[in-house]
């Protein structure tokens, strides 16, 4: 029984209490969202301000992430922090200045990245050490960056957004899924390591989203692709797969897929690789 709940009426009233009460957990919190000029990023952004979060945004362009700012309905506890993922040796100072911003960083969403749609036969080595600089790398080096603040304050919350593709992979995606896999091994070692610290880790697995993140894959040079793809055109509408997201970091999940049928994915490949390597083969995924 609820400590004060003496009935059924008053204890089913306390429990609807401390349930509101868990899922404004984020309410007032202080986070930093990188890739935050468009897409996943730019909805997280719209989203969790109007759940009263302090923001810090992230990403290349400033004009963008202006832009999003003043979308947002409570722009005025947004700040702009402009970086780029590819400069690692950077980070130390950047967590610095964000972690000066408000006093306290308590949530890191690490979203920004790039993918890929290019045969591995035809990729430029080029092209793979970018995407493994950007998505795995820079991501890694501003998760160290944090780290001590969130060991110093015995509690901070990385959110990690990879892909159904950290957990198995599809054909044109060769570096794309190595650095999301690269992702799960690190960020797995990061919770078990820091658990005592009271550092949580939720890896997000996204399948499809109807976002620009395949209009901006590189191809095999290391040129856009520059169009839509059909099953990503298809994919789940951006917003409702973001209220789906910020669900998952209310609850601490440790790692979640949201999608469409692809999910599946993720669970045959424990049971039958072989039978899912078949059905990716026979899939529209290109």
Known sequence: MIIGCHNFVSQKYCILIEINKFMSKLNGKIIWITGASSGIGEELSKQLSEKGCKLIISARREAELQRVKASCINSETITVLPF????????????????AIYG??????NNGGISQRS???ETSIEVDRKIMEIDYL?????????????????SGHYVVVSSLMGKFSSPLRSSYCGAKHALHGFFDALRLEHEKDNVKVTMVCPG??????????????????????????KGLDVSVFTKKMIRAIRHNKFEVYIGKFEKVGAYLKRLSPKLLHKMVLRSKVR
């Open 84 to 99: 780029d993922l590819a400069n690692i040796d950077s980070m130390k100072s950047l967590a610095e200045r964000a972690v």
């Open 104 to 109: 306290k960083i308590d949530v890191l969403i």
């Open 119 to 121: 045969p591995i036969i």
């Open 138 to 154: 820079g991501t890694v080096a501003l998760s160290k960056a944090i780290l001590p603040h969130f060991i110093t304050n015995a």
């Open 208 to 233: 499809f989203v109807n976002t620009n993140v395949a209009r901006n894959a590189l191809t095999s040079n290391g040129s856009k692709q520059g169009y839509q793809d059909e099953m990503t055109e």
